[in-house]
């Protein structure tokens, strides 16, 4: 028998008073009823009830594990409610992790735009240029930009993520401008310190060889701090287009080798994979999907 429907009937044999009144709430027989309270009598190895010819009453076990009973139906009734309210809306908080540039940059600003959407829902945005595991971590979703390893989450592709090399006019003005990734080794580059070895500033074509650049003389692990010191005048700056494209719109910065800016990037929205996702989930999905999809 299954023993939580066995405590149902139990609890409302006590709150009814009787087996008979107890089966017609329970929508079974009396002789079910006093079937289910046998298997409990028998898991638990003593009497519950004690039963005569005109009425019932309780054990000093029985009454101690009605009690228990009722509270452990009591909370599976409210976590069932709970799990329904859930699938009912969008309610609850969604914990995103995100790369510092695209999550500062353009997810902050856009969760404004959800959240007045779903005012139920709150949000917890976790920027992290290293890369976290998105199960064990507890988050409901994550950013990823480059090539994704075989995993277990569902993956859908977002609009790829581009590149620019930039400098100040004045910094040009001051050193030249460079034509071709040789030209660099007379420049000051700055560097991402999360970019490996395979990466750092190679832009080359696929007819020319690789050149070596001089290790950077300011280098940090976050996009905005070397978008200000190229704006400042220091050196050249390669980072994500959406960081730099307002300043050389206002002309703080002046793109440069167009023509060996590494090629855009996949960026992905991953998800652990669930058969019936919660409203606050599948409605974040749809936003981005809508916001920054292909």
Not at 95 to 116: H, N, R
Not at 253 to 280: G, I, N, S
């Amino acid at each position: 028998m299954d023993k939580l429907r066995s405590m149902e009937v139990f609890v409302a044999v006590v709150d009814a008073g009787s087996f008979t009144a107890a089966a017609a709430q329970c929508e079974i027989s009396p002789v079910m009823v006093g079937k289910h309270i046998q298997f409990l009598e028998k898991l638990l190895g003593a009497r519950l009830l004690t039963r005569t010819t005109r009425r019932q009453s309780l054990t000093e076990l029985g009454v101690q594990y009605a009690e228990q009973c009722k509270a452990i139906l009591s909370q599976i009734s409210e976590a069932e409610s709970g799990a329904a309210r859930m699938r009912g809306g969008a309610r609850g908080v969604l914990k995103i992790t995100s790369p510092v540039t695209f999550g500062s940059e353009m997810l902050a600003p856009a969760m404004v735009d959800y959240l007045a959407t779903y005012p139920e829902m709150r949000a917890d945005l976790h920027m992290n240029d290293r890369l976290v595991d998105v199960v064990e971590d507890g988050f409901d979703a994550a950013i990823r930009i480059g090539q994704l390893e075989d995993s277990t989450l569902v993956a859908r592709p977002l609009r790829p993520y581009s590149m620019m090399i930039c400098a100040a006019p004045a910094y040009l003005k001051r050193r030249g401008i460079p034509r071709t990734p040789a030209d660099l080794t007379a420049h000051e580059c700055l560097d991402f310190l999360h970019w490996n070895r395979h990466v750092r500033w190679r832009l080359t074509k696929e007819t020319e060889e690789a050149t070596e650049i001089p290790v950077s003389r300011l280098r940090s692990n976050n996009g905005q701090a070397l978008k200000s010191a190229a704006v400042a005048g220091f050196g050249i700056v390669m980072q994500s287009e959406l960081l730099l494209a307002s300043e050389v719109a206002a002309g703080r910065l002046v793109p440069l080798m167009e023509d060996y800016v590494p090629a855009p990037r996949p960026m992905h929205l991953l998800y652990p994979r669930d058969r019936q996702p919660t409203p606050k989930l599948s409605t974040f999905i749809d936003f981005m999907l809508g916001r920054f999809g292909l």
